[in-house]
């Protein structure tokens, strides 16, 4: 393989880490580790929506770049990856067949939508057992919540590639459980039970609500259910 071919194929395994859910320091790791197995000297340059690799070989100096943003979350399509790179480092897998390799994985199928939404309504139950909830009907509640919402964020991604369509979706659909439940005194005085799907299917509220909880109620300190 060319040096050209070797960076190229360096960064094809870096943005399938990227934009898959890899942290930004381990793909950067994997990557430089691959460039040292194809024997490059690999620098990635992170950035939103684009990746660039700047590789130095004995015979070539070179820069390229690829689009990227890291907006999914496919963690079989990443350990997959990390799998592929190991074995390339340990001479298991040869570079030519890498290429190969690396195409099947970015092209494996997300996991079963099923199990997307079981998993989502999972985290939601086990994040209002952290915020004290007792009652069957909240936890019911929580797990139909999450589920649905979950099944709205895999439908979108099918119609539309736009980042913010999805949480925004989940958001007012956990809103409108939420407020609904209310209205029938299914869920807590303090509101927060019910919105707790909201929660696992929009990144950032946990972060930015976790102080109101604990100034409020503290953590398991009484029960909001």
């Known amino acids: 393989m060319t040096a050209h071919e070797r960076a190229n194929l360096v960064l094809a395994f870096a943005k399938t880490l990227y934009v898959n859910g890899q942290a930004t320091e381990q793909m950067v790791d994997?990557?430089?580790?691959?460039?040292?197995?194809?024997?490059?000297?690999?620098?990635i340059i992170p950035r939103w929506g684009e990746l660039e690799?700047?590789?130095?070989?004995d015979d070539a100096a070179l820069a390229v770049r690829a689009v990227a943003?890291?907006?999914g979350v496919e963690m079989e399509r990443v350990a997959s990856t990390m799998?592929?790179?190991?074995?390339?480092a340990a001479g298991r897998l040869a570079p030519d067949a890498a290429?190969?390799?690396?195409?099947?994985?970015?092209?494996?199928?997300?996991?079963?939508?099923?199990?997307?939404?079981l998993a989502a309504a999972a985290g939601a139950v086990a994040l209002g057992v952290i915020f004290g909830v007792q009652h069957i009907w909240a936890v019911i509640l929580i797990f139909v919540s999450a589920g649905a919402g979950a099944v709205v964020r895999r439908a979108l991604s099918r119609?539309?590639?736009?980042?913010f369509l999805q949480p925004f979706s989940a958001a007012v659909l956990a809103g409108f459980i939420g407020a609904v439940a209310v209205s029938w005194d299914l869920s807590s005085s303090l509101r927060l039970v019910a919105i707790c799907p909201c929660m696992v299917l929009v990144p950032?509220?946990?972060?930015?609500?976790?102080?109101?909880?604990?100034s409020t109620a503290g953590w398991g300190s009484a029960p909001l259910d």
Do not use: H, W
């Open 159 to 163: 119609l539309s590639a736009n980042l």
């Open 99 to 117: 290429k190969e390799k690396i195409d099947q994985i970015s092209r494996s199928p997300p996991s079963p939508t099923g199990l997307f939404a």
């Open 69 to 71: 943003a890291p907006a």
């Open 53 to 57: 690799l700047v590789a130095d070989s």
């Open 30 to 43: 994997a990557a430089e580790r691959l460039g040292r197995a194809l024997g490059l000297r690999t620098t």
């Open 204 to 214: 950032g509220p946990i972060f930015s609500t976790a102080p109101l909880i604990s």
């Open 83 to 88: 799998r592929a790179v190991e074995d390339i």
